[in-house]
T-cell receptor, first 116, second 113 residues
Framework: DAGVTQSPTHLIKTRGQQVTLRCSPKSGHDTVSWYQQALGQGPQFIFQYYEEEERQRGNFPDRFSGHQFPNYSSELNVNALLLGDSALYLC???????????????FGEGSWLTVV | DAKTTQPPSMDCAEGRAANLPCNHS???????VYWYRQIHSQGPQYIIHGLKNNETNEMASLIITEDRKSSTLILPHATLRDTAVYYCIVRVRYDSGNTPLVFGKGTRLSVIA
């Protein structure tokens, strides 16, 4: 049973460029969330997708956008990259929308983005 | 903001039990306590969660006080591979959507040989 998979694992971009990160959720999961983790900090919630729509959003600018496909996979896009966008970007998946007996969220290994 | 308070760091001797405390004095009756850990440069790994009863799985035990204002994660026989940052998170039980996790700074556990 494959867990959450992300690609690429590492990438370097230049300030002002755009980047797309990809995520495949754990088998059976239909909800995908994205988190940003700066060096030395805990992960910060960016947004969540369910049924191909953005359902919740954290405190991130519109430069951060996403998409969810019919097969539940997801992309995170960041436009006009800033040096401060350098971070580990984590994808997390879960099943369903209601937290019943504890709807566990599982994380991928992340994509390291360096902006130079 | 995170609703939990954890010590920034702890040490534990290899083979001994590691007891990681967490304060969540403002927890609501419909909120779970979740524990995740993050080994250097990897994604967070789910460990265990509970509502009000003690829980145990193959990785750890979770002890929640009767008033639910604090909890302790117990790794019964810590190994060097348990060295990681451990996050204690409270998360609502029922929601119209899947509530995101709010991470604090966690506890950096160092297991020493």
């Amino acid at each position: 049973d494959a867990g959450v998979t992300q690609s690429p694992t590492h990438l370097i971009k230049t300030r002002g460029q755009q980047v797309t990160l990809r995520c495949s959720p754990k088998s059976g999961h239909d909800t995908v969330s994205w988190y940003q983790q700066a060096l030395g900090q805990g992960p910060q919630f960016i947004f969540q997708y369910y049924e191909e729509e953005e359902r919740q959003r954290g405190n991130f600018p519109d430069r951060f956008s996403g998409h969810q496909f019919p097969n539940y996979s997801s992309e995170l896009n960041v436009n006009a990259l800033l040096l401060g966008d350098s971070a580990l970007y984590l994808c997390a998946s879960s099943h369903g929308q209601r937290v019943l007996s504890g709807n566990t969220i599982y994380f991928g290994e992340g994509s390291w983005l360096t902006v130079v | 903001d995170a609703k939990t308070t954890q010590p920034p760091s702890m040490d534990c001797a290899e083979g001994r039990a590691a007891n990681l405390p967490c304060n969540h004095s403002t927890i609501s009756g419909n909120e779970y306590v979740y524990w995740y850990r993050q080994i250097h440069s990897q994604g967070p790994q789910y460990i265990i969660h509970g509502l009000k009863n003690n829980e145990t799985n193959e990785m750890a035990s979770l002890i929640i006080t009767e008033d639910r204002k604090s909890s302790t994660l117990i790794l019964p026989h810590a190994t060097l591979r348990d060295t990681a940052v451990y996050y204690c998170i409270v998360r609502v039980r029922y929601d119209s959507g899947n509530t995101p996790l709010v991470f604090g700074k966690g506890t950096r556990l160092s297991v020493i040989a």
